[in-house]
């Protein structure tokens, strides 16, 4: 009995690291049903976006403070310039699976369809790249559009380790939800971006990111 609540006890002591990995399991589902919920107007994909970065690079500081008002603090902040910059990726996103539709269905096996095969999937690649960096760096920088997609770019090119265990995240994460476990997408786009953010947190103080300030500017273009 006496060991019974001895466990009980430790189990609710918040200085506990399995007390604070389901807070943090908890906060990011909160989170992604914020996100889905704020996402349904397609449009508006990039803010919400943003505003979960926001807030999950927040928690892998230990400095969120009221997950809701954060969330949509950085969500009505940012939705001009994060909306501009979700829908050129929209964009872009559809002009390459379009161009893939088309090249599958006349695809042949010659030299010329082989090479542009191979240019689509390299362009393919790269909007990857800066998918998974832009709406981040957004989230704590203060730049033009077209500097967060640079940005983004060189910093995903840069640090690609990073890089592969963040698409690995993602594509994990699908694939559970797909062909494994479906009710796990309640943890889904929340779980991922903090795992994203414990992994992007030295990058982004390595291009500038100060910690103790709500964003910073960071041009490439000053180097």
Do not use: Q
């Amino acid at each position: 009995m006496s060991e019974r609540r001895t466990t009980m006890r430790d189990l609710c002591n918040t200085d506990k690291p399995l007390f604070a990995v389901l807070t943090k399991l908890t906060y990011s589902a909160y989170l992604n049903i914020l996100w889905l919920v704020c996402s349904l107007p397609i449009v508006t994909i990039g803010a919400s976006t943003t505003a979960l970065f926001y807030v999950t690079l927040k928690m892998a500081e230990d400095r969120d403070d009221g997950l809701t008002r954060m969330f949509f603090k950085a969500f009505r902040e940012n939705f001009k310039p994060a909306t501009k910059l979700w829908l050129i990726l929209l964009a872009v996103g559809s002009f390459l699976a379009a161009d893939g539709f088309v090249l599958r269905r006349m695809w042949s096996e010659n030299i010329f369809w082989t090479l542009l095969t191979a240019v689509l999937i390299g362009a393919a690649v790269l909007y990857g790249i800066v998918l998974l960096y832009a709406f981040p760096l957004l989230a704590r920088f203060e730049n033009t559009t077209f500097g967060i997609l640079k940005t983004a770019f060189l910093v995903g090119v840069r640090y690609l380790f990073c890089t592969l265990m963040m698409a690995a995240i993602y594509g994990i994460m699908g694939y559970v939800i797909v062909f494994v476990f479906t009710p796990a997408f309640l943890l889904g786009m929340g779980f991922c971006a903090m795992l994203c953010s414990f992994l992007m947190l030295r990058i982004l103080y390595l291009i500038g990111g100060d910690p103790d300030a709500v964003h910073e500017e960071y041009d490439h273009d000053k180097n």
